[in-house]
């Protein structure tokens, strides 16, 4: 099984980042350089179906603490320390003036890298980031304990990928980006495979999601950079397809100085697995600006 990027043998740096070692995935080229941060639960190869289509581009892509090939420390995980992943990584390959590209919980996590360090990005494209309404900090956090009865254990990446390819929300995602999470998303483990984010940590991560410490609200308005905000319009039903729904606030862009929203009306909350062509569109378009 093959994610079908250019250099599907690419092997991970590891970096430290306090005392865990993070997991960066690099391909050389020009700058600036691309920095992706993924969703929680995901790992930094979900974005190759948008790196192949950047060609001759320096890319990097973090697997944030908890997730991918990086360490995997007990709970609690707050949601500041993957921004102290991001910076770490850019630290470590020398990498400034960076284009910043988050999804999700990634959106916050370049974010709270880029106020730990201002010159880490020149601009940022923020994809449906959890990044909430300023009053949602500190109220009962979101009950993820149903991602507890989740499948652990597998057979093989391939077996996740056809259980999945005709199951809601995987059944509209980019069937290359589907491959590239399952390729990824697996540990080898006496035989068999285990996820690489253990369902006990996403379920942690959720559940600090919007303690009040993870609001970067006071930083927002100091990030003077270029900032693009996709925000999902299409917002599915309660129940199973939760985390399908936008967690960005509606006036997210307007927080950043120079700020630019861009609802997407047709699209739910995985907008890089189900249209990879429209989120490399906007980081040309974002290069072309610098």
């Known amino acids: 099984m093959s994610a079908g990027w250019d250099n599907p043998n690419v092997q991970p740096h590891f970096v430290p980042s306090g005392d865990l070692q993070i997991a960066v995935w690099e391909w050389p080229g020009v700058e600036p350089a691309i920095v992706f941060a993924h969703a929680t639960g995901f790992h930094g190869r979900c974005w190759d179906p948008i790196i192949r289509n950047l060609p001759g581009r320096r890319c990097v892509a973090v697997d ?57 990005f020149a601009a940022m494209l923020l994809i449906d980031p959890t990044l909430f309404r300023p009053e949602r900090y500190g109220q009962t956090p979101f009950d993820a304990s149903f991602i507890l009865k989740r499948r652990n254990r597998w057979s093989s990446p391939e077996e996740m990928f056809e259980r999945f390819r005709s199951r809601p929300p995987f059944a509209a995602w980019d069937p290359e980006a589907l491959r590239a999470y399952c390729e990824f998303a697996l540990l080898p483990d006496g035989g068999s495979f285990v996820l690489a984010c253990p369902p006990v940590i996403e379920t942690d991560i959720y559940g600090h999601s919007n303690e009040p410490e993870a609001s970067l609200y006071s930083e927002i308005p100091t990030l003077r950079q270029p900032v693009t905000v996709l925000r999902a319009g299409k917002q599915p039903d309660l129940g199973a397809s939760t985390l399908a729904r936008s967690p960005a606030a509606p006036d997210l862009a307007s927080k950043f100085p120079h700020g630019r929203d861009l609802l997407l009306p047709d699209h739910d909350h995985y907008i890089p697995m189900t249209d990879p062509a429209l989120v490399t569109r906007q980081i040309s378009l974002l290069i072309e600006q610098l």
Do not use: C, T
């Open 64 to 120: 944030l603490r908890g997730h991918g090939r990086s360490s995997k420390p007990a709970p609690p995980y707050h949601w500041r320390s993957f921004g102290e992943d991001v910076d770490a990584a850019m630290r470590a390959l020398g990498i400034e003036q960076s284009v910043g590209v988050g999804h999700s919980m990634g959106g916050h996590s370049i974010v709270s890298a880029a106020s730990q360090r201002p010159q880490n």
